[in-house]
């Protein structure tokens, strides 16, 4: 996960009741689905962003990916959700609307996991269904293995490797395996310029995002189903775009080179690993994933890549409904 154009995008999802809303300062805005919005004071003065959308009876919190995104790439592809489910975002540390924060202790795996037990305990809810996308899902697993109890379900979208070696090494030639010299190069200036955090940054990202997040798609040729995503990485404030590299090199740094294959035998929630075919990372890293739980689910998705809820919504959301609904009726006898 530390090449050096490494942004994995991901989510996390957690249940609640929406009444547990009405701890903290909020603001609501008229909305198709009634949009509650405030802040969780974490750890070390960090301030979470968070907003509540949907009219569900059950509630999933979402974590999005990156590290050092938002979820204004994700919120609006996972609408069909709120048809079912109350959801909850908010912005991890140092990424949307959060609390800035730009050194390595600040920016250590530990405090992510933190934040989001920060989170569980602002909204009073005993055990979590998470639901993370890309580094959300691996998020995701490590606060299950830091707080086994305190999850129900856990839906890894996507998730990044579960081991360093060799999967970070294939990341970058993966999702740039499309791309002649001419879009190589463009893309190399692109980047230098994004991380240098110059000029105008908003376009800057969006002309950088265009180009590299085609290579998470099924057929990256293929624009009409690529201009169907909704979600917009370059939505976020400013000064989170700005402190997007510091943040994802941060992140990745206090991870070290990593192996968890053995990490969660003893964790037996339900699992669902759920991507598509051609993923930016071989099928062999999602297969490990599922077979590292005792109680987890592989499910591939035809003709889909790393957004797998943005090319193939009807199967995704149906595979996802299904899989929550067989834990309901489990355990309501």
Known sequence: MRQSISVYL???????????????????????????????????????????????????????????????????????????????????????????????????IDKYIADLEEVRRYFGIDRLTLFGHSWGA??????????????????????????????????FPRVTAWMDSTELTQLESLHKTFVEGEGDILAVCREFTDLFKRGYFYDPFDLETFNRMRGDICSAPEPALRNTWTVNALTLQSIGEWDWRNDYHDIDIPVLVITGVRDVFPVENFQEWEAAFPNAQLMLLDRAGHYPHVERPEEFFQRVWEFLDDYYMNNSR
């Open 138 to 171: 691996v998020l995701g697993a490590r606060y299950v293995r830091a707080h086994p109890d305190n999850v129900s379900r856990l839906i890894m979208v996507s998730p990044g490797p579960v081991r360093y070696d060799p999967y970070d090494a294939m990341f």
């Open 10 to 108: 991901a989510g996390i999802i957690i249940a609640l009741p929406l009444f547990f809303i009405a701890q903290g300062c909020v603001r609501k805005s008229e909305t198709p689905h009634e949009k509650v919005e405030g802040y969780i004071q974490s750890i070390d003065d960090v301030e979470l962003y968070y907003r509540v959308t949907g009219s569900g009876p059950d509630t999933l919190i979402v974590l999005h990916g990156g590290p050092g995104l938002s979820i204004y790439y994700l919120e609006p592809d996972l609408e069909p959700l709120t048809e079912k489910y109350t959801v909850i975002y908010y912005d991890q540390r140092s990424a949307g609307r959060s609390t800035m924060v730009v050194d390595s202790t600040s920016l250590h």
